[in-house]
């Protein structure tokens, strides 16, 4: 008799709908299980499945969903949470409930892995790299940024040297769904030798891998993901996009040719490991995470339910300081 295909619920964000961000890990996941895909709001409890939906699947796979939104969850199926380093609170009492609960994590920024496995929440550290493509270098007096909310086109100018750059091609406004959007996308940045990544801190960093993927010479935020593929000056440039008073980024055309071989080089050894290393440990750690789930023992549900106000406290805390700064 042939064995069941375990069933995943995949829970993402309606945001992501638009720019397909997860659809590479949905498509991993379907490779080993059953795989139904549901968007919710990310803030509003409504949305999330009951435990009567929750029920029919083996686990719950939840793509950037807040664990403090993943409540309903709790008692009912194991839980692996992929959170983004671009949206990490480091609220430690909430991660801290996750544990307790059972749940796990796969990480695609070492620094957030770091920080799961400081409150010794089981957490898989992976890094994601796009399939190869023909080398693309593009022109290196042209640079090219989306500018999508972090780095600015005066950011950008601010930091690109006249003498190297002629033309700076900005895009703006958040990805539109379809295939045209895509490839005028993809045009636009193709012609261009530089991009400038345009997030201060990336969850997996799809824009500025792609770019790498492609022979550009990376212009990136020294801060996470960026700093964990880039090496400066070596196939890319990190700088402190920050420092309001930072120098201009000093680069020879031979250099950026330099850079962008190794950056293309960077991103096809990555792809192999992500293929040969991490997907395969992707799959063993979801299967892992539903043979060895156990529910909550009577201690842990009285921890859970006492750490609720010291969680909400912190998320606030965490608010006001991003009102205030």
């Given at each position: 008799?042939?064995?069941?295909?375990?069933k995943v619920?995949f829970?993402?964000?309606?945001?992501?709908?638009?720019?397909?961000?997860?659809?590479?890990?949905?498509?991993?996941?379907?490779r080993?299980?059953y795989?139904?895909?549901?968007?919710?709001?990310?803030?509003?409890?409504a949305?999330?499945?009951?435990?009567?939906?929750?029920?029919?699947?083996?686990c719950?796979?939840?793509?950037?969903?807040?664990?403090g939104?993943?409540?309903a969850?709790?008692w009912?199926?194991?839980?692996?949470?992929?959170?983004?380093?671009?949206?990490?609170?480091?609220?430690?009492?909430?991660?801290?409930?996750?544990?307790?609960?059972g749940?796990?994590?796969?990480s695609?920024?070492?620094?957030e892995?770091y920080?799961?496995?400081?409150v010794?929440?089981?957490?898989?550290d992976?890094r994601?790299?796009p399939?190869?493509?023909d080398?693309?270098?593009?022109?290196p007096?042209?640079?090219f940024?989306?500018?999508?909310?972090?780095?600015?086109e005066?950011?950008?100018?601010?930091?690109?040297?006249?003498?190297?750059?002629?033309?700076?091609?900005?895009?703006?406004?958040?990805?539109?769904?379809?295939?045209?959007?895509?490839?005028d996308?993809?045009?636009?940045?193709?012609?261009c030798?530089?991009?400038?990544?345009?997030r201060?801190?990336?969850g997996?960093?799809?824009?500025?891998?792609?770019?790498m993927?492609?022979?550009?010479?990376?212009v990136?935020?020294?801060?996470?993901?960026?700093?964990?593929c880039?090496?400066?000056?070596k196939?890319?440039?990190?700088?402190?996009?920050a420092s309001?008073?930072?120098?201009?980024?000093?680069?020879?055309?031979?250099?950026?040719g330099?850079?962008q071989?190794?950056?293309?080089?960077?991103?096809?050894?990555?792809r192999?490991?992500?293929?040969?290393?991490f997907?395969?440990?992707?799959l063993?750690?979801?299967d892992?995470?539903?043979?060895?789930?156990?529910?909550?023992?009577?201690?842990?549900?009285?921890?859970?339910?006492?750490?609720?106000?010291?969680?909400?406290?912190?998320?606030?805390?965490?608010?006001?300081?991003?009102?205030c700064r």
């Amino acid at each position: 008799m042939p064995k069941r295909k375990r069933k995943v619920l995949f829970l993402d964000i309606d945001a992501h709908k638009s720019t397909g961000s997860s659809a590479f890990f949905v498509e991993l996941l379907r490779r080993r299980f059953y795989v139904e895909c549901l968007c919710v709001r990310n803030r509003n409890d409504a949305t999330m499945p009951g435990r009567d939906v929750v029920a029919d699947f083996d686990c719950v796979v939840c793509w950037q969903v807040n664990p403090g939104n993943a409540r309903a969850l709790a008692w009912g199926r194991p839980v692996v949470h992929v959170p983004m380093y671009d949206g990490e609170t480091f609220n430690r009492v909430k991660w801290l409930r996750t544990r307790f609960q059972g749940g796990r994590a796969i990480s695609f920024s070492r620094h957030e892995a770091y920080f799961l496995k400081r409150v010794n929440l089981r957490t898989l550290d992976v890094r994601w790299f796009p399939k190869s493509c023909d080398f693309a270098p593009g022109n290196p007096r042209k640079a090219f940024l989306w500018e999508r909310g972090g780095v600015t086109e005066d950011d950008a100018r601010r930091i690109l040297p006249d003498g190297l750059v002629d033309e700076v091609v900005i895009r703006r406004g958040e990805p539109k769904p379809g295939d045209d959007s895509r490839r005028d996308y993809l045009g636009q940045m193709s012609g261009c030798g530089i991009f400038v990544a345009p997030r201060l801190r990336e969850g997996i960093g799809l824009s500025f891998l792609e770019a790498m993927a492609m022979g550009k010479c990376v212009v990136a935020n020294k801060d996470g993901t960026m700093d964990e593929c880039i090496e400066d000056g070596k196939n890319g440039v990190l700088v402190n996009f920050a420092s309001k008073a930072g120098a201009k980024i000093d680069l020879t055309a031979d250099e950026m040719g330099v850079m962008q071989r190794n950056a293309f080089e960077t991103c096809r050894k990555g792809r192999d490991r992500w293929e040969g290393e991490f997907e395969p440990a992707i799959l063993d750690f979801v299967d892992a995470a539903i043979k060895e789930y156990r529910p909550m023992s009577c201690l842990s549900r009285i921890a859970w339910w006492l750490l609720l106000p010291l969680h909400f406290l912190w998320d606030i805390k965490t608010l006001l300081y991003n009102i205030c700064r």
